[in-house]
């Protein structure tokens, strides 16, 4: 049996989570066609751990890849609200409990590898997949295909173009271009300026440490080791550790951060990604609390990278014509919030909706991708910002208070506590539905006449 002609072809460029789980969602439309392009030589994720709430798990169950992925950590996450994440004040020999956060059903910390896994082995047939394709640029011009140009000199068409291709997005960067360019031909050269100054990443002023930490090696150490069956965080002046299991306990994922604030908001030019020495994050962490001792004993031998922590200025839109952007090429934010998974997610979901509904025609297309970006934009800006917030409470920086002359009082790291579990409390208290329904009825309403 024949597939039905295609209303329009997609190209994601980006095969991560965010781009995968668009190409999932949206091939289960027959009447689009879809092709992803990764960069890379091959369709695989870097980094580590990811945590997924009970707000991604929402999103994951309306997609149909709540089980899947559920199958991949040791237990069943319900809906009650559980202890989440330990946190301790560690940067001393006696290291202090500063309270515990609470979440909606348990976390879910797993290996990203595996979960990008998942969504590899989801994908249907009809969607096309391209590995080293760079993308370099694209030509949008009125009534005409968009032209793809990727470096290896191939060039390739579609009729819409979403960039997730990360914080270096090639897409985001021609889209302000363009944006830049038509706002320079009405006059507006203020906006244009500005328009430009948004395309390039910011340093957070964060480093980070990571490696995965075979849970054998912890337990031989210390096997009652907390990190080992639950997150915790181990907080200090301008560093701290996260340490959570993975891969069905089988690893402890490790991470390290560093941080300058007299670098943050400034453009980082060396290589984002390194190697570490794992003797001078050790050293990072001298004299810290005996549980953080035995943690880093680990790291000897082990791969260690470092990560420079970038992130986007606030972008006042993720769609201009028939493109748009999604996850870290729209809104790359601080980890601080275990959030960046789950907005690319989000993303992706809104945007498969609306794309798939059978009012997104070739003609409706920008009303349509603009609808998703005034839908998205807002949320993903709070989170990031709710997330740079946490990034001071958990390196003990919000000093702005009456007792601040006493770092350690109880009731201070109590407050600190308390702090980072409000700015979580969206995830719980937010209904993923309504945004899903907000989107889809302002579609109605606005292209339905």
């Known amino acids: 049996m024949s597939e039905p002609p295609s209303k329009?072809?997609?190209?994601?460029?980006?095969?991560?989570?965010?781009g995968l789980t668009l190409a999932f969602a949206l091939s289960k439309s027959p009447d689009i066609s879809i092709d992803v392009y990764e960069a890379a030589s091959e369709f695989t994720e870097i980094g580590?751990?990811?945590?997924?709430?009970?707000?991604?798990?929402?999103?994951?169950?309306?997609l149909g890849l709540e089980e899947d992925v559920i199958r991949l950590v040791?237990?069943?996450?319900?809906?009650?609200?559980?202890?989440?994440?330990?946190?301790?004040?560690?940067d001393q020999p006696d290291g202090l409990a500063m309270g515990t956060t609470y979440s909606r059903?348990?976390?879910?910390?797993?290996?990203?590898?595996?979960?990008?896994?998942?969504?590899?082995?989801?994908?249907?047939?009809r969607c096309r997949t391209s590995p080293s394709k760079r993308l370099e640029s694209y030509v949008q011009q009125p009534g005409a295909p968009i032209m793809l140009h990727?470096?290896?000199?191939?060039?390739?068409?579609?009729?819409?173009?979403?960039?997730?291709?990360?914080?270096?997005?090639?897409?985001?960067?021609t889209m302000f271009q363009d944006a830049a360019t038509l706002a320079e031909s009405?006059?507006?050269?203020?906006?244009?300026?500005?328009?430009?100054?948004?395309?390039?990443?910011?340093?957070s002023g964060f480093f980070c440490y990571r490696t995965l930490i075979p849970a054998a090696r912890l337990s031989s150490i210390?096997?009652?080791?907390?990190?080992?069956?639950?997150?915790?965080?181990?907080?200090?002046?301008?560093?701290?550790?996260?340490?959570?299991?993975?891969?069905?306990?089988?690893?402890?994922?490790?991470?390290?951060?560093?941080?300058?604030?007299?670098?943050?908001?400034?453009?980082?030019?060396?290589?984002?990604?390194?190697?570490?020495?794992?003797?001078?994050?050790?050293?990072?962490f001298k004299g810290w609390e005996k549980e953080v001792g035995e943690i880093v004993q680990c790291l000897s031998d082990l791969k260690i990278t470092r990560w420079v922590v970038n992130v986007m200025p606030t972008l006042p839109y993720y769609a201009f014509g028939n493109v748009a952007i999604l996850g870290d090429a729209a809104h790359a934010m601080t980890p601080f919030q275990g959030a960046g998974a789950g907005?690319?997610?989000?993303?992706?979901?809104?945007?498969?909706?609306?794309?798939?509904?059978?009012?997104?025609?070739?003609?409706?297309?920008?009303?349509?991708?603009?609808?998703?970006?005034?839908?998205?934009?807002?949320?993903?800006?709070?989170?990031?910002?709710?997330?740079?917030?946490?990034?001071?409470?958990?390196?003990?920086?919000?000093?702005?208070?009456?007792?601040?002359?006493?770092?350690s009082s109880s009731a201070r790291l109590q407050r600190i506590v308390k702090q980072i579990q409000d700015n979580f409390e969206w995830v719980y208290q937010t209904d993923w539905d309504a945004d899903l329904q907000r989107a889809t009825s302002l579609l109605q309403a606005e292209l339905s006449t």
């Open 8 to 18: 329009f072809h997609v190209a994601i460029c980006g095969g991560g989570i965010g």
């Open 48 to 62: 580590a751990g990811i945590s997924l709430s009970w707000r991604t798990r929402q999103v994951l169950k309306s």
């Open 74 to 90: 040791p237990f069943r996450p319900g809906e009650d609200r559980v202890p989440s994440v330990q946190y301790r004040k560690a």
């Open 105 to 125: 059903g348990k976390l879910m910390t797993l290996h990203r590898a595996e979960f990008h896994e998942v969504l590899l082995n989801r994908l249907s047939s």
């Open 150 to 173: 990727f470096q290896d000199g191939s060039t390739a068409t579609c009729d819409i173009l979403i960039g997730a291709d990360g914080l270096k997005s090639a897409v985001r960067k």
């Open 186 to 203: 009405q006059h507006q050269n203020a906006d244009a300026a500005e328009l430009r100054n948004l395309i390039k990443p910011r340093f």
């Open 222 to 284: 210390s096997p009652q080791h907390r990190a080992i069956s639950s997150p915790v965080q181990y907080l200090g002046e301008n560093r701290h550790v996260v340490a959570y299991p993975i891969s069905r306990g089988r690893f402890v994922n490790f991470v390290a951060f560093e941080f300058h604030p007299h670098e943050e908001g400034t453009h980082y030019d060396g290589p984002w990604v390194a190697d570490e020495d794992p003797s001078y994050v050790q050293g990072l």
């Open 343 to 407: 907005q690319a997610i989000e993303d992706a979901a809104i945007l498969a909706a609306l794309l798939s509904n059978e009012l997104a025609t070739e003609t409706t297309v920008p009303q349509v991708l603009e609808i998703y970006s005034r839908v998205r934009q807002p949320l993903a800006t709070e989170v990031a910002r709710r997330s740079r917030l946490n990034g001071d409470y958990v390196q003990l920086r919000s000093l702005a208070e009456p007792d601040h002359n006493d770092i």
